[in-house]
């Protein structure tokens, strides 16, 4: 982990939960400590120190494990930290695909960290009620019942999983576990008691069956933006038939391989037909399917690879390189826009040639010999481009000469990208807090003239004497500041969510490029 | 030392004329071949003749340019001059031995031509003669000067009926010794507009659709020679351009990524406009992401670059969001 990304998840603690959360998490970014460690390190009170590590836990962001002699280690999960940038996006994706309640329900499950299925529905339950504020009560019945059925399709679409519970208290460190089969195994919950429960007749310990703790489980959650991205590729590149293709063949994939491999099983093309007939998918699509997989498959991007040719014949879906084709476009949109078309053209340059010396790159690229130089190493400097120096053999006598390739380590020019997103979000997120504080006095009095319009309007006060009022107590200078910091801030939120489909498709393409690793060896 | 050269067609006008021992030695050192003849050995083989006497005889077959004299290892040789070609140029016959010589040099470097420092370092003539024998030639018009484009003061001697290298003078990209980059780039910009016209006429027409997608790309492929034609039916260049020249600038767009190449069986290349796979990276929807200090960067109030104090984010959070199609 770099330093950039520890000061980046330092930054997010202490936005999200506060000052002891932070000296904790960036005491246990030196590796794993014990509770005694991290109380005389820090010096925050232990009560404080137990506090902030349940928290931690509950989120996911520590794990903890038994060292040598029995006492428990806390190891701080870092990638978990960053996922507090995606919670909007996986809202918005649960929306779009389950709609407004099972958005609810993983808003509070987001928010707990790890929560009972009774208090999950309960609290989404209040949550829709204060939405729906003018929503009639004779839905109440259903709304609840609607909420466990919700909740219960979430957890067969594997979106909540059950935690691991210890698995007995005779142990000092507990051990958690789950059995396999639990982890999407749906609740059963007594509706009844539900509502009951809702109306304040009976108290929550009465629940009985329901000590399970469900949280999100995210890798679900990537596989769908994942899938997204790879359809949107396809669907740039080609057409929306080729992405509907994309769609359907991802969908099919799921049936015979796990999710997280480098590379799919084969599915066969007559599969392929029969789902895109039962999806009545348009006939142009169906009649040229296989013309469809050819062009696909020729493409540089290599998402697809066919396996024997004719109507017999099978597709897979090579992860790694179609990940590796979307890092590299990612890459090569930032060299675009940060130095240049004509940087972008060396560098892309470099990476098809693998080595190339600068004359022979001056050569091709056709850009004046002198920018070319500058370009190429301002790329240098930036570490888009490596140089590798080829000695010869020193002779006796006359001038050595030296030959200096260039060429890129690919996984390390992400590490750059990544280092930069890390700033950037920092910054975004840095900045944002900043101006809301430098501002304090006037959101603050303007939330005081929303909440007094408010009384107004309740008090059946006539439109125009509110407005009238609201004007007298803002000035107009005052109203275009608020307008500008709420617009900057705005902003600043927009763009951490694009930051993090790059972060997204660069730690995804890093995972795929080390899997593949192991599986060489 | 300079080497005496002698014309051959001269030996059989003069040897005529000669008396018999200088016709014995000429004979010897003939018989030496291109290994020569050593002095010793000349003095062993004609004893009628004194020291002195073969060292006159010796002289006179140097100054008719008979015989050249070398000194390897402080013994003397004597070679035959090698035959000159017969197509020396009229300017050249008769001229000075080390014109010969410079001439010889220049003649063999071919179309890539010769620096002047590597004449020097052959011919082992002094700096001042070899600029003079130089000037010589090229008023003559048997040499000529180019510059090169891979160093601008660099320049290098060919024969004057010689057409330089295309890495001497950059091919068609260059005039004079300038780099023409505008022209580079307005026939990028063509090649590129052709490309994703073809593609729009095609993509737009229901009838090329409806024939599938392999038919498709095939039609929205062009070769080189297609967009050669285009180019030339365009008028904006003045000198012609070859295919392969066209090729050149397609490869240039192909690492601009707007463009993919693809390889047909026999070598040909046939190229496509293409899109890219993602949209605008998130990095540089920030100003971050484009800025020049980004390293510098510290989230500290008092740091002379930071986000609270940065000018960048300044102008760019006041400009309102334009939703973009991500």
Redesign the interface.
């Known amino acids: 982990m770099s330093v950039r990304q520890g000061?980046l998840s330092s930054?997010l603690i202490l936005e999200h939960f506060g000052e002891p959360h932070r000296k904790i998490h960036d005491e246990l970014l030196w590796g794993p400590r014990t509770l005694k460690l991290i109380i005389s390190n820090t010096g925050v009170p232990i009560t404080i120190v137990k506090k902030v590590l349940s928290i931690f836990i509950q989120y996911g962001f520590v794990t903890f494990d038994s060292n040598k002699i029995g006492i428990a280690e806390y190891v701080l999960q870092p990638e978990k930290i960053l996922l507090l940038l995606r919670y909007p996006r996986y809202l918005s994706l649960i929306n779009e695909k389950y709609g407004d309640s099972s958005r609810h329900l993983i808003e509070v499950v987001l928010k707990f960290g790890r929560l009972t299925a009774t208090k999950t529905i309960l609290q989404a339950w209040i949550k829709l009620k204060v939405v729906n504020a003018s929503g009639n009560l004779a839905k109440f019945n259903t709304k609840v019942a609607g909420l466990r059925d919700s909740f219960n399709e979430l957890v067969t679409n594997q979106y909540l999983v059950k935690c691991p519970a210890p698995e007995n208290d005779v142990e000092r460190v507990p051990i958690l576990s789950v059995k396999d089969e639990d982890m999407h195994k749906p609740v059963v919950l007594d509706i009844q008691k539900l509502i009951q429960l809702e109306k304040g007749e009976i108290k929550e310990e009465t629940i009985e069956n329901d000590k399970d703790l469900w949280r999100c489980n995210f890798d679900r959650f990537h596989q769908d933006i994942r899938d997204e991205?790879m359809i949107n590729?396809i669907k740039?590149?080609?057409d929306s038939?080729?992405g509907k293709l994309m769609e359907v063949l991802l969908k099919l994939i799921y049936i015979r391989t796990d999710p997280w491999t480098t590379q799919s099983n084969p599915v066969p093309l007559a599969e392929i037909r029969d789902a895109l007939e039962k999806e009545k998918c348009n006939p142009y699509l169906i009649?040229?399917l296989e013309?469809?997989i050819?062009?696909i498959e020729?493409?540089?991007?290599q998402f697809i690879k066919r396996i024997s040719e004719g109507s017999s014949g099978s597709v897979y879906v090579n992860f790694v390189s179609a990940f590796r084709?979307?890092a590299s476009?990612?890459?090569?949109?930032?060299v675009?826009?940060?130095f240049g078309?004509k940087a972008?053209?060396?560098f892309?340059?470099v990476r098809?040639k693998i080595y190339i010396d600068q004359e022979q790159l001056q050569k091709?690229?056709?850009?004046?010999?002198k920018?070319a130089k500058q370009l190429t190493y301002r790329l240098l400097q930036e570490s888009f481009l490596q140089l590798h120096e080829l000695k010869k053999a020193a002779t006796s006598g006359g001038p050595v000469k030296n030959f200096y390739l260039f060429h890129i380590k690919f996984n390390q020019v992400c590490q750059v990208?990544l280092d930069?997103?890390f700033?950037?979000v920092?910054?975004?997120l840095?900045?944002a807090t900043?101006e809301k504080n430098e501002n304090m006095r006037l959101i603050e009095k303007f939330e005081k003239l929303t909440s007094l319009t408010q009384s107004l309007r309740d008090q059946g006060n006539d439109e125009t004497y509110i407005k009238q009022v609201m004007d007298e107590l803002m000035s107009p200078p005052e109203k275009s500041l608020l307008d500008?910091v709420e617009?900057?801030i705005?902003?600043?939120r927009?763009?951490e969510?694009?930051?993090?489909?790059?972060?997204f498709?660069l730690h995804l393409y890093g995972y795929y490029d080390s899997f593949e690793n192991q599986e060489k060896k | 030392m300079p080497r005496a050269k002698v014309d051959n067609k001269a030996k059989a006008s003069t040897s005529a004329q000669s008396d018999p021992n200088e016709q014995i030695i000429l004979s010897l050192v003939v018989a030496g071949g291109t290994k020569g003849c050593f002095d010793d050995d000349l003095e062993k083989q004609v004893t009628n003749l004194s020291n002195e006497q073969r060292v006159q005889i010796i002289n006179k077959l140097i100054t008719k340019r008979l015989i050249d004299v070398y000194n390897a290892g402080g013994r003397l040789i004597y070679k035959i001059r090698a035959e000159e070609s017969e197509n020396t140029p009229e300017g050249l016959k008769g001229a000075d031995t080390e014109e010969k010589i410079v001439y010889g040099l220049i003649k063999e470097a071919g179309n890539k031509g010769i620096w002047m420092r590597d004449i020097r370092f052959e011919s082992k003539l002094q700096p001042t003669v070899l600029n003079k024998i130089l000037k010589a030639l090229e008023n003559k018009k048997i040499i000529k000067h180019v510059k090169s484009v891979a160093a601008n003061k660099k320049k290098v001697y060919m024969l004057y009926e010689l057409e330089p290298d295309s890495s001497l003078t950059g091919g068609s990209?260059y005039s004079d010794q300038d780099?023409e980059?505008e022209f580079?780039d307005v026939l990028?910009q063509q090649c590129y507009r052709y490309l994703l016209e073809l593609k729009q006429k095609y993509e737009s027409d229901p009838v090329a659709v409806k024939k599938?997608?392999?038919a498709l790309?095939a039609m929205i492929s062009a070769t080189p020679l297609m967009v050669c034609k285009f180019i030339s039916d365009l008028g904006i260049s003045k000198v012609s351009l070859s295919e392969d020249d066209i090729q050149?600038?397609l490869?240039?767009l192909?690492?601009?990524?707007k463009v993919?190449a693809?390889v047909k069986p026999g070598g040909d290349r046939l190229y496509r406009a293409?899109?890219?796979?993602?949209?605008?990276?998130?990095?540089?929807?920030?100003p971050?992401?484009?800025c020049p200090v980004?390293n510098n960067?510290r989230?500290d109030s008092v740091a002379p670059v930071s986000?609270?104090s940065?000018p960048y984010?300044t102008a760019?959070?006041?400009i309102?969001?334009i939703k973009t199609d991500?």
Not at chain 2, 274 to 286: E, F, K, R, Y
């Open positions: 000061n930054l991205i590729a740039r590149r080609f038939h080729a009649q040229y013309q469809y050819k062009v020729d493409d540089s991007c084709s979307l476009s990612t890459i090569d949109s930032i675009e826009h940060r078309l972008a053209r060396i892309r340059l098809s091709i690229v056709l850009i004046p010999d920018e990208v930069m997103c700033i950037t920092s910054n975004t840095s900045r900043y500008s617009g900057m705005q902003k600043l927009f763009s969510l694009n930051l993090d489909e790059t972060l498709i | 990209w780099f980059s580079v990028n599938g997608p392999v790309y050149t600038i490869e240039t192909v690492f601009d990524g993919e693809e293409i899109s890219a796979l993602t949209g605008p990276a998130g990095l540089i929807s920030a971050c992401g484009v980004l960067c989230i986000p609270f940065c984010m760019w959070g006041s309102s969001i991500f």
